[in-house]
Structure formats: C-alpha cells, structure tokens
C-alpha cells in the first residue's frame, strides 16, 4: 500500500510564500513523477507542477515564475515553494504520484489526502 501524506498548508496574504511538502512511503522502490495538483471550490481538479525522477518539471501557466517544485528520490519527498502567493491561488493542494514500483506490486497512481492554501488578499 502507498501512502501520501502532505503538509505545509496555511493561511497566508497575498504576496507572501508558502512551502508544501510531501511524503510518500511503502516500501517504495521507484516513482516515476510526482508532483501537485489544486481543486478550488466548485472547480476541477488541476495540474500545478510535477517532476520526473530525472528532474523534467512542467507547470501549470497560472504558477509558471512563481511556484517551484522539486524531489529528493532517497527520500521518495516531493516539494512546492509557492512565492508571490495570490487570492486565485487558494485550493486544496493535493500530491500525486505515477508510476510507483514497490517491492510487491506496482501502482499506476496515488493521492494524498491534500491539504488547504488560503490566500487572502
């Protein structure tokens, strides 16, 4: 079984920064992507950024200059620093992960349970 776990969410104004970490374990061999997605209230569900475990990164256009994401593999640790933090940007952030080989089974995906960005202005 692979878990998620995130943390980092918060309360923050406009202009300011937050970091969103998450943690993914299960007797975890590899994971091909991970990264994070944002659902705002009565939207879908949206890519922010992921990461390959080769280091390729692909944002979102709305976060592109603003929000950062990055991975330790040895740690199987996924990270968001989001600067320059607006309104728009408040969502539940939640962490995916693709491709994840254990060392009984593969998965094709996971989700963490997210965790909420408020943003005010």
């Known amino acids: 079984q692979v878990r998620l776990v995130e943390s980092g969410g918060g309360l923050v104004q406009a202009g300011e920064a937050l970091r969103l970490s998450c943690a993914a374990s299960?007797?975890?061999?590899?994971?091909?992507?991970m990264g994070w997605y944002h659902q705002a209230p009565g939207k879908q569900r949206e890519l922010v950024a992921n990461?390959?475990?080769?280091?390729?990164?692909n944002y979102a256009d709305s976060v592109k200059g603003r929000f950062t994401v990055s991975r330790d593999n040895a740690k199987n640790m996924v990270y968001l620093q989001m600067n320059s933090l607006k309104p728009e940007d408040t969502a539940v952030y939640y962490c995916?992960?693709?491709?994840?080989?254990?060392?009984?089974?593969?998965?094709?995906?996971?989700w963490g349970q997210g965790t909420l960005v408020t943003v005010s202005s």
């Open positions: 995916n992960a693709r491709e994840i080989a254990t060392t009984l089974h593969r998965y094709l995906e996971a």
């Open positions: 299960g007797s975890i061999f590899s994971i091909n992507a």
């Open positions: 990461i390959t475990s080769g280091g390729i990164t």
